[in-house]
């Protein structure tokens, strides 16, 4: 390589690029909680070879386990929840706790029962503060209609200003004859999404310190349990092949997993996905791109062509899916690689992001 | 969206690839000055629909890839001090150092944020009397205004606390080292919009007189930089070589004075060294002797430090066009864009990289529309 302390008075053209980050990390970073390339690594090299087989599809947030008695299937989940500020417009991280099992246990297919509940609070903070999220959780079950039946709390000493973590489990019934995986993914299958995407991570990013841009934005966080009932029972002889709700590495994570776990290549057109004129705005000044960006209220369903229109018609009549479009279908090209079809007509690879999305210097 | 949708519309796109077309009769290389250009036309496709003669060479104005190796090892020991809180733009955290990268100090307990403002850093300095505050300076003449009124803002509230480590770049010297090796092949250049939004078009005259090239002022979203390419083919079929702007939306000839005049009294020129390049004469900016006390370097001794480049990387010889990539023995296995030994596998839009991509994900090179 040329060296730095070189003097040089012409350079050749095309000698400039771009550092990306080292990929050996001796300590846990950030990125390898963001849901990209750095988490899938974290899963498939430290965890998988430690835990031991099992899990038939790694890339899924739920398990659907045969009951040794025969019977119903169990999907059962769970996750932790740390989201800075603790209250953001439009719901709290009590509301997220809820529905994000719920949903990850609906993209099953199944009905969700019950959760569980564990608190890691911080010393100081504030009481009120516990009490509204907690109501926020009583409510989000509530309408989830799942029931919150055991739980525990730990006090640790405070980090940052009083925070808290919120763990929830829980388990729901798969339905008899419902089987839904990126497996079952064929060529010619549809791509599916509920609605508007990017909307709960800009309304974070809005509250960031230091960021505080005016915005109307709230998050969509929505149990979508009952939109996945609606649109199977619109499609009964298992047209609906997957689903998949769209957090953390948003709506381009979520497809570039379910075209490398059903080995497909899948192909979007990026007019199609609807992005909310305030989150293309945000994205764009912070050079965010819209479809990594989380949802909590948002799924992707790939369904078989004969029963778009059904499903498709089913999900606008459900609260949670009024907006829902058709953005995408599955290919038998690139398998395992997702690609977009661009605003002006060229086509380009998605690919997962590598950690977190950082706003960029200009 | 008022000035996004406009701008990425796909019947005037359309328009504008066939005038183009029409335009070109023979081989043409442009180069787009800026990442932030390389950006929009890889992410939407520019390259693929443009006429076969159209070449698109991608330039340096990234300011995250060309800050050297050395600026980015001093901020890395800066930062891991226990005394200090290091402030930077989100995405320098994640450009390696010899050893590690921001993320990687931050995890092993140094205090490093990321800020949206300079001025957050500012802020942040009177909030923790008692911290060292340091601000990793760095980017084109387009981030340099703001970075200029925080040093002006930290003086004028006499903190003590807060320094800036700057490596600034500049655009003009860039260009000039590029139009003057005597294998260049880049017949035109689409100027970094945002740069002359801050500077002007002024000092891009004499380029154009020395070097006989056109230099287009170009914007960012697709039909910005379609009508960038298109008056850059227009200007090189005609024979002519102009400073135009085909920006007006945002640049004035004049550019920003209130910004220029901040700028000279914060900055004053110097030589830089560029990452992977080497040192380009005058082609940076240091603070100014009247604002030396805010200067990071100056303020903390930084010793000890072992600049180390990849000695098995080839990129030299990708570069002069002397091997292909995957003859290199590293290529693929030992370096890969997410574990580069050099530049030229650091970015996508690196040889190494591009090859490294299109045999990974085995998606045709050229897809047509």
Redesign the interface.
Known sequence: MTSETEVVTSVAAGAWSCPLPLRDHERIVTGHGGGGRLSSELIEHLFRPAFGGGVDDPSHDAVVLPLPTGGDRLAFSTDSYVVTPVIFPGGSIGDLAVNGTVNDIAMTGAVPLVLSTAFVLEEGLELATLGRIAEDMGRAATAAEVQLVTGDTKVVEARDRGGLTITTAGFGVVPEGVELGPRRVRPGDQVLLSGPIGQHGMAIMSLREGLEFETELRTDSAPLAGLVQTMLAAAPGGGVRALRDATRGGFAAVLCELAEAGDTGIEYVERDVPVPGDVAAACGFLGLDPTHVANEGKLVAVVAPEVTDEVLAAMRSHPHGREAVRVGEVVEDHRGIVVARTGIGARRVVDLPLGEQLPRIC | ?KY?DEF???EL??QQFEDIERIVTRPW?L?EVC??QTHSI?????D??LPEQVRL????G?????T???TIDKALAIAARNDTIFCS????????GSH??L??I???GGDVR????PL?AVRIAADNPDKEVVFFG???E??APANAMTVVEAKRRGLTNFSMLVSHVLVPPAIA??????????NAYLAAG?VNVVMGTAEYEPLVARFDVPIVVTGFE?LDVLEGIRRALLQLEQGRAEVENAYPRAVQAGGNPAAQAVLADVFEVC?R?????????ASGWRLSPRYREFDAEHRFEVQDLH?E??PL?R??EV??GLIKPNECEQFGTTCT????L??????????C?AYY?YRR???PEK?R?
């Not at chain 2, 060294?273 to 004469?281: D, H, K, L, N, S």
């Open positions: 969206m996004l990425n519309d796909p796109a359309r290389a180069m990442g932030g890889v992410r939407n496709g520019i693929q629909l060479i991608h330039g340096p990234c300011p995250v890839c060309v050297p190796l050395e733009f989100g995405d320098m955290l994640r450009v390696p590690h990268d993320f990687q931050r995890s092993n990321v800020v949206y403002s957050d760095i980017g084109f387009t981030t080292a590029i139009a003057s090796s005597p294998d260049t092949q880049v945002h697709p030589d060294p560029w990452r992977g390049i080497g040192v380009i004469p600049v480049e990849s990387c990129s030299g570069l002069q864009p997410r574990k580069p050099g530049a030229t596998m650091v970015s996508s839009e690196g040889a990289a991509q994900l085995d998606v897809v529309a």
